[in-house]
């Protein structure tokens, strides 16, 4: 199995609104083929191909004292590799 490096991370609460423009503005930039992600001083440029994997995930995690739900969303590639599209319907 290969080693895993964490590239950039970022975690903050914001409002439904705030992450609902976050999630356009990602949608708008993989449309395009090319993001750029900031913090401080270091940046990750990403150059998306036309297929990738979509992984969609949703958990739930009962702790001493609360429930707690979590929704991931995914994407994976591997430069150069040109798969074909499959998957789940999401309605």
Same mark, same amino acid.
């Given at each position: 199995? $290969?080693? !895993? ?5 970022? !975690? !903050? ?7 609902? &423009?976050? #999630?356009? *503005?990602?949608?708008? @930039? ?6 750029? #992600? @900031?913090? $401080?001083?270091?940046?990750? &440029?990403?150059?998306? =191909? ?5 992984? *969609?995930?949703?958990?739930? !995690?009962?702790?001493?004292? &609360? *429930?707690? @739900? ?8 591997? =430069?150069?590799?040109?798969?074909? =599209?499959? $998957?789940?319907?999401?309605?």
């Amino acid at each position: 199995m $290969g080693r !895993e490096t964490v590239l950039f991370k970022s !975690e !903050e609460k914001k409002s439904a609104s705030d992450i609902a &423009q976050t #999630l356009r *503005l990602i949608a708008d @930039k993989i449309d395009s083929g090319t993001m750029t #992600l @900031k913090q $401080g001083e270091s940046d990750v &440029q990403l150059d998306f =191909p036309g297929t990738m994997t979509l992984e *969609l995930k949703v958990e739930e !995690e009962q702790g001493r004292h &609360q *429930l707690k @739900k979590s929704f991931e969303i995914e994407l994976e590639w591997v =430069p150069g590799d040109t798969g074909s =599209p499959s $998957g789940a319907t999401i309605l």
